[in-house]
T-cell receptor, first 110, second 114 residues
Framework: SQQGEEDPQALSIQEGENATMNCSYKTSINNLQWYRQNSGRGLVHLILIRSNEREKHSGRLRVTLDTSKKSSSLLITASRAADTASYFCATDDYGQNFVFGPGTRLSVLP | NAGVMQNPRHLVRRRGQEARLRCSPVKGHSHVYWYRQLPEEGLKFMVYLQKENIIDESGMPKERFSAEFPKEGPSILRIQQVVRGDSAAYFC????????????FGQGTRLTVV
């Protein structure tokens, strides 16, 4: 199976709830990045976390990285309908490979 | 990465040559996105195409770069007269239809300009 696999594949929540998405990978990485894909638009880069970092925040986003478990999580707090999108993690193994997972489709219901 | 094929995986070009990067989307997908990734940076959006149409090329350099997605065949990203600064990984993603948030990524083409 591939590097950078997100789970769940699909997630539906109510507005105001928190959404958590996970990403697992297999090889050593230099950094891990989370992206959002809205319908009809290109990817939006959300956050980059380096292999020596454990947690990063950006607004309502919180990303954690556990290199011992080769996993990362993306938490979106107080979700809004506008957060409806697909979310992808991508791993960068020191410039040799940059690989996307299949994504988590998040639906935030009003 | 379900079914998006990019080729070649690695491409070496001398300065001044042309580079052609191909992307075959998932069967049945009519939307293609191209991105460029510089080392240790995030992806940068380049262009969004539907069959035979360029929808958004706001991320494309004004000169030397062009993209097409013909009715038949793969999408092509063409870089003319390549320079060292064009060295990067180029990724394409395909999406099934307007309004879909789904996207499936290829493994990328790593372009090296020598």
């Amino acid at each position: 199976s591939q590097q950078g696999e997100e789970d769940p594949q699909a997630l539906s929540i109510q507005e105001g709830e928190n959404a958590t998405m996970n990403c697992s990978y297999k090889t050593s990485i230099n950094n891990l990045q989370w992206y959002r894909q809205n319908s009809g638009r290109g990817l939006v880069h959300l956050i980059l976390i380096r292999s020596n970092e454990r947690e990063k925040h950006s607004g309502r986003l919180r990303v954690t990285l556990d290199t011992s478990k080769k996993s990362s999580s993306l938490l979106i707090t107080a979700s809004r309908a506008a957060d409806t999108a697909s979310y992808f993690c991508a791993t960068d193994d020191y410039g040799q490979n940059f690989v996307f997972g299949p994504g988590t489709r998040l639906s935030v219901l009003p | 990465n379900a079914g998006v094929m990019q080729n070649p995986r690695h491409l070496v070009r001398r300065r001044g040559q042309e580079a052609r990067l191909r992307c075959s989307p998932v069967k049945g997908h009519s939307h293609v996105y191209w991105y460029r990734q510089l080392p240790e940076e995030g992806l940068k959006f380049m262009v969004y195409l539907q069959k035979e149409n360029i929808i958004d090329e706001s991320g494309m350099p004004k000169e030397r770069f062009s993209a097409e997605f013909p009715k038949e065949g793969p999408s092509i990203l063409r870089i003319q007269q390549v320079v060292r600064g064009d060295s990067a990984a180029y990724f394409c993603a395909s999406s099934p239809r307007t309004g879909s948030t789904e996207a499936f990524f290829g493994q990328g083409t790593r372009l090296t300009v020598v």
